[in-house]
């Protein structure tokens, strides 16, 4: 195994979001000393509900505000002698960026530069013995794959939608930030993640609770569109192997082996649910409904994890079965959870535990 990292103080970026509230829960819990300070500024996507259970924690602060407020961000990294930056915060939702991609170049691609040059920096004033910056990305940057194939790390980028672009263009930031000043950056490129905390306009929550609610499934086209899907508690733990072990300036594709047509996923979740809820077999079914495509909607990804493997020994250790079932009871016994993010009550969480906004 390459030599080890031991980061000290990280500020992770997007905290409050999905991934980021689920890394900080799984990095805290097998980190303990290790001070986290959780950069977010609660957009849409952000809920602090999602860190009930750390926010007591004395090495967790949370902070909110705008990774593109470069004096904000220089303020942090002193006061806090942050050594790793591990940046999740962007708008992720696909089809938000086909209706508005304006705020995807502003926070993906700006936000992400102001992030590096305030580490650049930080990291060149030497304050901290060694120092890393993490990027989360996305398969996505990759384009689409026909029946066959996988995406390596040296595939080209091909991003096809505003979304994918936005981060395939902060992810050649960070290359930059490594190739010409040398900074230690690290970058990683993810498939479909699930699992806890997922916002429900995404696939899998948005099934699961349409299907409690007896609303219409809707599936994009014919359904066949292809995605390689891993579940965050094995994405955190791979990030966090990233950090401590990998070369930096280098990028590492993270996957979970499970290719799955949409519709079949959501067929599974149709039938695991009808036992769960005591329904007939085959009635939550009976809620599927075909929609028009998406624009642009890339046929497959499959993601090609074996450099994860061979040099930093990181593998998958969920089926997708196991997380499947895991992830429906999840949303079963946080049934306020998601209510409140339905209602959009889980805004007042942030003004109770933290004042005014
Ligand atoms: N969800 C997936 O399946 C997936 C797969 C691969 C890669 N990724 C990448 O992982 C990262 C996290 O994804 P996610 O699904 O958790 O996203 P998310 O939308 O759930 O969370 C994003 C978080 O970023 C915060 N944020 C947005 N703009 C900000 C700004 N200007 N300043 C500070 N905070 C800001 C939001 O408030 C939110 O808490 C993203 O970079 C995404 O591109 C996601």
Request: proline content about 5%; hydrophobic content about 35%; charged content about 25%.
């Amino acid at each position: 195994m390459p030599e080890q990292f031991a980061p000290q103080s990280v500020l992770v970026t997007g905290g409050a979001g999905f991934i980021g509230s689920n890394f900080i829960h799984s990095f805290i819990s097998r980190n303990p000393g290790c001070r986290v300070v959780n950069l977010d500024i609660l957009t849409y996507a952000g809920n602090l509900e999602n860190l009930k259970g750390v926010e007591e924690n004395p090495d967790y602060r949370f902070v909110r505000g705008d990774i593109g407020d470069a004096g904000l961000v220089s303020r942090l990294l002193a006061e806090f002698r942050i050594d790793a930056v591990v940046h999740f915060a962007a708008e992720s939702h696909v089809d938000r960026s086909i209706t508005g991609p304006e705020i995807f170049v502003r926070t993906n691609v700006l936000g992400t530069q102001v992030l590096l040059e305030e580490s650049r920096r930080h990291w060149q004033a030497g304050v901290v013995p060694a120092f890393r910056f993490l990027q989360v990305s996305t398969d996505e940057v990759y384009g689409s794959l026909g029946d066959t194939g996988f995406f390596t790390e040296e595939t080209p980028l091909a991003a096809n939608s505003p979304y994918s672009a936005s981060k395939a263009g902060a992810d050649l930031l960070v290359r930059a930030y490594y190739e010409t000043f040398g900074m230690p950056t690290l970058n990683t490129r993810c498939s479909n993640n699930y699992g806890p905390y997922h916002f429900p306009e995404k696939l899998i929550p948005l099934m699961i609770s349409n299907i409690i609610g007896r609303r219409p499934l809707p599936v994009y086209g014919d359904g066949l569109n292809v995605r390689d899907w891993l579940h965050v508690k094995d994405h955190s733990i791979a990030i966090e192997t990233v950090l401590k072990g990998g070369k930096p300036g280098q990028v590492f594709n993270i996957g979970g082996n499970n290719e799955w047509k949409n519709i079949d996923i959501v067929n599974l979740v149709c039938d695991l649910l009808d036992g769960k809820l005591g329904r007939q077999p085959g009635e939550n079914r009976k809620l599927i409904t075909f929609v028009k495509d998406r624009p642009g909607h890339d046929r497959r990804y499959a993601i090609d994890a074996s450099k994860m493997r061979r040099e930093l020994g990181w593998e998958p250790s969920y089926t997708f079965e196991k997380g499947i079932a895991e992830t429906i009871d999840w949303y079963l016994a946080n049934q306020e959870w998601v209510e409140h993010v339905t209602s959009g009550g889980y805004r007042e969480y942030y003004e109770k535990q933290y004042g005014e906004r």
